[in-house]
């Protein structure tokens, strides 16, 4: 770990005002240490009293943590409850007619809707899936473009105990389909097409193909949210206009009452090796950590105006824009369309227009933002906000000072909130009325996240040191297991190095003398793209299936913009290419992987050798192949490569 040392030193650091700190629910760091105490001395009756606080239980839990299998953890393992209930029916005493989603469509088109409406839309929805028969326990796909309509899915599914797995719209037919099989999914809802950018995105037609491959046999229906004017090619018995579906279905239906520890929802998110794995979530214990974050993170108060970019394909979108913001009766701000769309403007002339007050996106928008208007902030009316946010990836100083001063004039905290698919909600971030903030740090863990860096032998490490990011305790919204593959989730996050006992969390980090956390990237072949994960091994999977690829490997390089870009280098069935047949053949392949997999995935360089560097054990010495895609020269020792002659095809651009 000694080569991760960081080279960042970063020393800044920004307190809230005294009038924020005044305001926040969480204020001063006295209040902060108070709550950490609180957690370290009485851990459970800490976790306990929180869930007994926030979520309304149709049965209480009698006992707060069941942790006799081990990392097979249960939490209010015995209470009863529905994920749904507790985003809209309790509120509808005094939040009826408070706006719950704001929706500015692609074309900018503006829809709102109050948390009755709301309810009432996910009560057809959910009576509708009924009249398909599906049940509890049933897997639900949705592929749907950002709207309020994805949203009505996901609670809908929530409220009849069926598990939905949100599959992003700009995944490809053959993603969808793993997806569909490993779930064993009955049905799929999508819509005809989506708005993105002001072109029209197909959805359906993807369906269909996925559908048409080997393994979706599972799927009985596809219901079609009809979100533009273009039809749709049409299986009957198979397809369901959503329209036609919710068509005379009563307005109410009541909740499917759950177990705690009944699966909520699955999300499949990338590993470095082997297929995407489905990241199962508890009903009782996800929500809690998304309803909790919510509040202590953005200091959210009920008269904020919320807004969160990501999509709901994400885990971002489903904790902090499906479940967290609506178990609290926040008003938020969805969006259907891009950044740069009809300008790099939009999102400025958003926060405006809604006077959004909490405003939450990824470094990867930020970045991009900046390169096409660094300037453009300031023609608009951006005092409404109060609370900034990052996710996805570490932000560097220079866009978070940027973040921070022209976007946020200097008045407003950013949150940059470590956490993951797994972990379900924000697990280092500072409370922003009590922790002050360094640029380029993710600070302190939640109260409850026993956070901690350790080497190899599980001892921590100490300041300035990098090692491995752990967790070492259970919490709540921490992942169950891995859809149908125990053992794995067991080897993955509760590896033997550490006796089963650590949540290995695969990033590597390093802690300043204050204790402030910093993220230092992933342990494993996994790169982050616009903030997005994605396996290594993946796109070599896909490359190798198209017919002229022998063998490929693929390796992230710094990009200003996207964080890491993928680089992909590739051995061809017959001879190396070269020249303009080599520009030819890259261009076939990066479409080939764009449809295999998403455009997400896509590499921007690709690179044609004999072979690729290998040891005598014949394992491609990844280390090498980094180092040329960022174009460094070669410093490592080559002495143990079976063919170094071949460093020089690779360092070849085409
Ligand atoms: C990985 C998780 C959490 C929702 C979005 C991504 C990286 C996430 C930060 C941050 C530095 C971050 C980590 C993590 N990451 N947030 N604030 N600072 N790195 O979810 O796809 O499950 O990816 O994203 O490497 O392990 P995900």
């Given amino acids: 770990m000694s080569t991760l040392d960081s080279i960042l030193k970063e020393t800044r650091s920004f307190a809230p005002s005294d009038e924020f700190r005044r305001k926040a629910t969480i204020s001063g760091m006295e209040a902060y240490n108070a709550l950490c105490e609180q957690a370290d001395d009485h851990y459970l009756s800490f976790w306990g009293d929180l869930a007994r606080e926030l979520i309304t239980w149709k049965k209480p839990f009698s006992r707060v943590l069941d942790d006799s299998q081990a990392p097979f953890f249960k939490w209010f393992e015995d209470g009863v409850l529905n994920a749904s209930y ?17 929706f500015e469509a692609d074309d900018g088109d503006v829809t709102r809707i109050t948390y009755a409406e709301l309810h009432r839309r996910v009560c057809q929805f959910a009576n509708g899936l009924k009249s398909l028969g599906v049940k509890k326990g049933d897997r639900v796909v949705v592929y749907m473009p950002m709207g309020i309509e994805a949203v009505v899915a996901m609670q809908a599914c929530a409220r009849i105990g069926a598990i939905h797995s949100v599959v992003f719209g700009g995944f490809s037919a053959g993603a969808v389909r793993d997806r569909i099989q490993d779930a064993g999914a009955s049905v799929v809802i999508t819509a005809n097409e989506g708005m993105r950018g002001g072109k029209n995105v197909p959805l359906k037609p993807t369906v269909d193909e996925a559908l048409a491959l080997e393994g979706a046999e599972s799927v009985k229906h596809v219901v079609v949210y009809q979100r533009t004017n273009g039809g749709a090619n049409w299986t009957d018995g198979r397809d369901v206009w959503w329209h036609k579906l919710i068509e005379g279905q009563s307005e109410t239906c009541e909740p499917e009452w759950m177990n705690a520890e009944d699966p909520l929802f699955i999300l499949y998110t990338s590993g470095s090796t082997g297929k995407p794995k489905g990241i199962q979530h508890s009903t009782a214990g996800y929500l809690l950590g998304a309803m909790n974050s919510f509040r202590w993170v953005f200091d959210y108060k009920p008269n904020d105006v919320y807004w969160c970019t990501a999509d709901v394909g994400w885990i971002t979108g489903h904790s902090y824009v499906c479940y967290g913001p609506l178990a609290n009766a926040a008003t938020q701000v969805i969006f259907e369309g891009v950044p740069t769309y009809p300008d790099a403007g939009r999102f400025w002339r958003m926060i405006e227009q809604h006077k959004v007050s909490i405003f939450y996106t990824a470094p990867t928008a930020i970045r991009s933002l900046i390169k096409l208007g660094a300037d453009l902030p300031k023609q608009y009316d ?139 990237g992933r342990i494993d072949d996994v790169l982050n793209v616009s903030g997005h994960r994605l396996g290594t091994m993946e796109i070599e999977s896909a490359l190798v299936a198209n017919p002229l690829v022998a063998e490929a490997a ?75 895609a960022k174009g460094e020269e070669i410093t490592q020792d080559v002495s143990t490569l079976e063919n170094p002659q071949i460093l020089a095809q690779l360092q070849q651009p085409l």
Avoid at 94 to 101: D, E, L, R
């Fill in 382 to 520: 951006l005092s409404s906000l109060r609370v900034l946010g990052t996710v996805g990836e570490p932000i560097n100083p220079e866009a978070w000072i940027w973040y921070y001063e022209t976007v946020g004039g200097g008045r407003c905290p950013i949150v940059d909130t470590w956490w993951q698919t797994e972990t379900g909600s924000a697990m280092i971030a500072p409370l922003p009325g009590a922790v002050p903030t360094k640029p380029g740090s993710c600070t302190l863990p939640l109260p409850g996240i026993i956070a901690d860096i350790v080497d190899e032998s599980g001892a921590q490490v100490e300041p300035g040191r990098g090692g491995f990011l752990v967790i070492k305790k259970p919490f709540p919204s921490l992942v169950r297991t891995i859809w149908n593959d125990p053992d794995r989730f067991k080897k993955t996050y509760f590896p033997d190095e550490f006796d089963g006992k650590y949540y290995l969390a695969g990033d590597s980090a390093h802690r300043d003398e204050s204790g402030y956390f910093w993220i230092m």
């Fill in 554 to 628: 693929v390796v992230g390089k710094p990009h200003e913009v996207k964080g890491e870009a993928v680089v992909a280098f590739v051995v061809l069935k017959g001879p190396r290419p070269q020249g303009d047949a080599a520009k030819t053949v890259a261009a076939e392949l990066k479409n080939w992987v764009a449809h295999e997999i998403g455009k997400i995935a896509q590499p921007d360089d690709i690179r044609f050798g004999e072979n690729l560097p290998k040891t005598r054990s014949g394992k491609i010495m990844r280390r090498l192949l980094r180092s040329i």
């Fill in 86 to 102: 507790n985003c809209l029916d309790r509120h509808l005493a005094a939040n009826a007619n408070k706006i719950a989603i704001i």
